[in-house]
Each structure stands twice: as structure tokens, then as C-alpha cells.
């Protein structure tokens, strides 16, 4: 079951959020708040999985509340107003409602929440060991084996995962795939890249070689090439 809690200035909106929520098994909705601030105390003390959260607030945004987060749960925003839907998106928001909403509406982006916490669920550390993660593609989990993973590339809201003999997209964040995969075999080296390490076989100051695909290193990542170099 996801625990959720929902920031809104209206306490009507609340009710809503709250009735609907009571309806699906799998959201435990733990708490509401009224005011933004209210919320960090419980976000910091407890594991949060989503976050309803309305845009337009008084004291503080939805989308810079979001961003003062270190590590934001998935969120759901749930707004009267339209303009901000691409700006969410950046953000990688599983889904944006624009007030008033349906139930079916509601349990659709729920549902989506739900398959991305069951595939973070699948893919936890301890499954790492068997050497394979499951990739969510369309409405299929694949699975993948770590070692047929040469480099993973963002591609707008999608992750392009390039294999060995093949490529996979899958609806995820760069953070969700760097959760997924071991850091003693992959390596983030650019804003939109992270490499498998043992099959990178060039290196220079902005660039590495895996097969015949040359990937920039950012300006930020360079300290992880040095790594890289000092292991081989």
C-alpha cells in the first residue's frame, strides 16, 4: 500500500482527495495539510510515497514546494488551472488533474502511481543480486539482465534503455533508473546519460566510447571519470 498525503489550501479540495482516496485499496492517505510548511516535519520523519499537491497556494507554490523537496516522493498535481501542465511534467509528475476531476479521472493517475511504486518495489537492492531488473514497458514489465545494459539515455518523459542486441523505453525518471541500478556497475556521466562501467573502453575529458556509440560527459560528472580511470 503507497502512503500518501495531500497539500491543498482548500479544505474542500481535501474532502475530495480524502473521500476518493478512501475508495482505493492501495493508498493509505495519511495525512492533509492546508499549509505547505506543515508538511515538511512529516516528509523529513516518514517514507512518503505520493504527494498530492495543489499548484496555486498562498504562502508557496506547488511547483517550488516540489523543488525545495531533497528527495520528493512521487506527486500527483491537482490544480484549476492548465498553464502549469508542462512545467509538472519537467518535474516528472506522474500526473496532473485539473480540478474538478472525476473519480475516474482520480483513479487513473493513481493507478499510474501505483505501477511506478510497485516497479521501484521490484527492483530494491536486495533484487539487485540476482543480477536482472524489470523495466516497465507500455503495459508489460521486461526482464532485462544487468550485463546486457550498455548505457541508459533520457528521451523527453521516457528512459531509453540500450541493450545489447536491443533498445527498451520505458515511462521512467533519471532518478528512478539510478535507484534501480547498482552503482558499482553504473556510473551517471551527463545530465541525460548513465553508462554501464565495464563497458565503456575510452575515455577523454568529455567523452566516452561504448562500442561505437560516443557519449558526452558533463561538466558536473567529471570527478567519476577519475574514478573510472584510477580502477582500470
Known amino acids: 500500500m503507497m502512503k500518501a498525503i495531500a497539500i491543498d489550501d482548500e479544505p474542500v479540495a481535501l474532502e475530495v482527495i480524502k473521500s476518493l482516496s478512501a475508495k482505493i485499496p492501495f493508498i493509505d492517505l495519511a495525512a492533509v495539510f492546508t499549509n505547505a510548511f506543515e ?43 492548465s498553464e502549469h501542465a508542462v512545467q509538472s511534467f519537467e518535474l ?14 482520480f ?36 526482464r532485462v539482465e544487468l550485463e546486457d545494459i550498455l548505457y541508459v539515455e533520457s528521451n523527453g518523459n521516457y528512459m531509453q534503455f540500450v541493450l545489447t542486441h536491443s533498445k527498451l523505453l520505458s515511462r521512467l525518471t533519471m ?12 556510473v551517471r556521466i551527463h545530465r541525460s546519460y548513465i553508462a554501464a562501467r565495464k563497458k565503456i573502453h575510452k575515455i577523454d575529458k568529455t567523452t566516452v ?24
Open 39 to 81: 508538511a515538511i516535519p512529516l516528509l523529513q520523519r516518514d517514507q512518503v510515497d505520493l504527494l498530492f499537491l495543489d499548484i496555486r497556494m498562498p504562502d508557496i507554490s506547488g511547483i517550488d514546494f516540489l523543488q525545495s523537496i531533497t528527495s520528493p516522493p512521487m506527486v500527483i498535481f491537482t490544480t484549476a488551472y
Open 92 to 105: 516528472d509528475a506522474i500526473d496532473y488533474l485539473l480540478k474538478p476531476f472525476s473519480s475516474s479521472r
Open 107 to 142: 483513479l487513473k493517475a493513481c493507478n499510474k502511481a501505483y505501477e511506478q511504486y510497485r516497479l521501484r518495489k521490484s527492483n530494491q537492492p536486495g533484487a539487485l543480486a540476482t543480477g536482472f531488473i524489470f523495466i516497465k514497458n507500455g503495459y508489460e514489465e521486461v
Open 175 to 186: 532518478k528512478e533508473v539510478e535507484e534501480m541500478l547498482p552503482a558499482h556497475d553504473f
Open 209 to 232: 566510447w561504448i562500442r561505437e556509440a560516443a557519449l558526452p560527459v558533463g561538466a558536473g560528472y567529471a570527478h567519476e571519470m577519475q574514478k573510472i580511470r584510477k580502477q582500470s
